[in-house]
């Protein structure tokens, strides 16, 4: 998984001194997630290794009905000094749909 240090190098030296320092959002199975603003925005960086998924989600925020939370992704593509690959996304805040789902069979059985 990528490290915050891999993080703060990165967009300092992506976008020039126009991000702020990146705070951890967790990790997944293929990335790690940090957020941090810039230009008045909240968005997200993910660094991960499979540079396909991150393309997948570009035409997903792109194509995605309004009432789902699907962010949009504002760039993409190889980090030059590691092996990753990146996608700089709005943020979006929310719950993750499996999160809910836990929650709500949990609700459920609490019942019974």
């Known amino acids: 998984m990528a ?4 993080a703060a190098a990165f967009l300092a030296g992506r976008y020039a001194g126009r991000a702020s320092a990146p705070e951890p959002l967790g990790a997944g199975a293929w990335s790690t997630a940090f957020a941090f ?17 991150f393309a997948k989600d570009a035409v997903m925020g792109e194509t995605a009905r ?15 000094d590691a092996p990753l ?3 700089v996304s709005e943020r979006k805040h929310g ?3 499996s999160e809910e789902h836990t ?8 019942i019974v």
């Open 3 to 6: 490290s915050l240090e891999t």
């Open 37 to 53: 603003t810039m230009d008045d925005r909240e968005l997200v960086l993910r660094l991960g290794a499979f540079g396909e998924d």
């Open 66 to 80: 309004v009432d789902l939370a699907v962010p949009r992704v504002i760039d993409v593509g190889e980090v030059s």
């Open 85 to 87: 690959w990146f996608a």
């Open 95 to 97: 719950s993750f749909r």
């Open 103 to 110: 929650s709500e069979l949990q609700s459920h059985h609490d």
